[in-house]
C-alpha cells in the first residue's frame, strides 16, 4: 500500500518536473514584490549584524501590528483588555498587508518618497540627504519601533498592572535565571538589582517606560548611571585579578578584539601595522588617561559605545549603506531624483521569476 502511492507520487513528481521543463520560459521579466519584515528581522540583528530598520513609517506601522496580533495571540494578558481568543488564519492581516502595500494604486513609493523627502531633508532643508539625515531619520525609526516592544514587555512584567516595575516584579529571562543560580564568582551581572537601580534615574525604587527602556538597551540610554553601570560590568567580566580595574593582558585578552570589530575606531588603528599588539598598546595607552597602567571604569567610557553598539550604529550604517547604493552621481548625498530611481534600497523587495522566490533583502 505504502509502496504503490510511493510510486503514484513519484510519477505525478517526474510528470510535473517533465512539464515544467518543457513550459516556454518567460523572457526574464522578474516581478518585484514589496515585503514586509518577518517577525524575527523586527527584534534581532542578522548574522552580519545589520539591524534592518524600516524607511517608511507606513510599513513599520502594518509590520508592528501584525506582531501585535502574534504577540497577543502567544501571550495572555489577564485583564480587561486582553485581545480576542478565537484563533485566526495565519495569513489573516499579513496577507491583507502585504497586498496593500502591492497595490500600486493605493501605495506609490514614488510618491511615498515624494512624501518623506522632506521630513527627512532637515538640516539643512536643501534638497539633498546627508548621512547625517538619514541617520537621525532612521533612528527615529527603530526608537518608536524599540519603545513599542518595551511597552508591550512592560505588560507582561508589570504585574500589578501600575505602569511601574519593581525589582520583585521583574523576572529576568530563563537563560539569564540559569546564570545567576550559579553560585560561580563571575556570575552576570545583566538583570540583577545593580542593572535595575542604575536605569532608576531618579531613584524611587521603580522603573517607568523610559526608565524600563534603558533597562532593556543600555546602549541606547542617555541615563549616565546606565552606562557607568555597562563600564562596570565590563571590567568585572573581564577583571581577572579581581582588583576592580583591567591591567594590558586583561584588556587585550577580549576586550579589545571586540573594540577592534567596531568601524569607527578600526579607521583610527592604522591598517598598515600588522601585529595587533602595536595598536592595542596605542589604544591602551590612549585610554588610560591617568597613566597608571590600568583601566578604570571611568577610562572605559569612551569607548562603551564600540562594545556595545548603540541604535544610533545601526541607524548610521544603514545611512551610509543606502547611500553608497542610491547615490548615482557620487556627490556623497541622496537627492529625491536619486532616490525615485532607487527605490528598492529604501524599500526591501521579493523578485518572483519563473515562479521561483528569489529571496532579494536590501538591508541584509
Ligand atoms: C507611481 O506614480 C508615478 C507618478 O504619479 C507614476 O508615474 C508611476 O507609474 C506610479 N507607479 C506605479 C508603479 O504605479
Ligand atoms: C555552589 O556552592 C555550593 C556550596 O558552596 C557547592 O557545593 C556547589 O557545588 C556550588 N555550585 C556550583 C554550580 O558551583
Ligand atoms: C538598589 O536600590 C535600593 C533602594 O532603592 C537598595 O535598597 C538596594 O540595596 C540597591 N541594590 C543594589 C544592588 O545596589
Ligand atoms: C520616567 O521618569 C523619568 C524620571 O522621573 C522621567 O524623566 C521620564 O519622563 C519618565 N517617563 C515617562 C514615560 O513617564
Ligand atoms: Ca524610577
Ligand atoms: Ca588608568
Ligand atoms: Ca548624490
Avoid at 504503490?4 to 510528470?15: E, N, P, Q
Avoid at 484563533?87 to 518623506?116: C, K, S
Wanted: proline share 5%; glycine share 4%; net charge negative.
Amino acid at each position: 500500500m505504502a509502496r504503490s502511492s510511493l510510486l503514484v507520487y513519484s510519477c505525478v513528481v517526474i510528470f510535473v518536473l517533465l512539464l515544467l521543463s518543457f513550459a516556454p520560459r518567460q523572457p526574464n521579466q522578474p516581478h518585484r514584490r514589496l515585503r514586509l519584515r518577518s517577525a524575527s528581522d523586527l527584534s534581532t540583528t542578522s548574522d552580519r549584524g545589520r539591524r534592518s530598520i524600516p524607511f517608511d513609517p507606513i510599513i513599520a506601522g502594518i509590520e508592528l501590528r501584525r506582531d501585535d496580533r502574534e504577540w497577543e495571540r502567544s501571550h495572555y494578558l489577564p485583564d480587561g483588555h486582553a485581545p480576542a481568543m478565537e484563533p485566526q488564519p495565519e495569513w489573516e492581516g499579513y496577507m491583507d498587508a502585504e497586498d496593500y502595500i502591492n497595490d500600486e494604486a493605493r501605495f506609490n513609493v514614488t510618491h511615498r518618497i515624494v512624501e518623506l523627502f522632506p521630513k527627512i531633508d532637515l538640516s539643512p532643508a536643501d534638497g539633498l540627504l546627508t548621512v547625517d539625515e538619514l541617520t537621525e531619520w532612521n533612528l527615529r525609526q527603530v526608537e518608536q519601533e524599540v519603545m513599542h516592544h518595551t511597552q508591550r514587555d512592560m505588560e507582561l512584567h508589570d504585574k500589578n498592572h501600575d505602569g511601574f516595575i519593581s525589582f520583585t516584579e521583574y523576572e529576568p529571562p530563563i537563560w539569564a535565571r540559569r546564570l545567576h543560580n550559579e553560585n560561580s564568582s563571575d556570575k552576570m551581572g545583566w538583570w540583577q538589582e545593580e542593572h535595575f537601580n542604575a536605569s532608576d534615574v531618579d531613584d524611587d525604587g521603580l522603573l517607568n517606560l523610559t526608565e524600563f527602556n534603558d533597562f532593556l538597551h543600555p546602549a541606547d540610554s542617555s541615563n549616565p548611571k546606565v552606562i557607568h553601570w555597562l563600564a562596570k560590568e565590563e571590567i568585572r567580566e573581564r577583571d581577572k585579578d579581581k582588583d576592580g580595574k583591567l591591567n594590558f593582558q586583561e584588556y587585550f585578552n577580549g576586550l579589545f578584539q571586540s573594540i577592534r570589530r567596531s568601524d569607527d575606531v578600526h579607521s583610527f588603528i592604522l591598517e598598515s601595522e600588522t601585529s595587533t599588539e602595536v595598536p592595542a598598546k596605542k589604544l591602551f595607552s590612549q585610554l588610560d588617561s591617568d597613566n597608571d597602567g590600568y583601566l578604570s571604569k571611568d577610562e572605559l567610557l569612551p569607548v562603551i559605545g564600540d562594545l556595545h553598539p548603540s541604535e544610533r550604529y545601526y541607524a548610521k550604517q544603514q545611512a551610509e549603506y543606502a547611500i553608497t547604493e542610491a547615490d548615482t552621481d557620487k556627490d556623497g548625498h541622496l537627492s529625491m531624483k536619486e532616490m525615485i530611481a532607487n527605490p528598492y534600497v529604501f524599500y526591501s523587495a521579493v523578485y518572483t521569476e519563473d515562479n521561483h522566490y528569489d529571496f532579494h533583502d536590501e538591508f541584509r
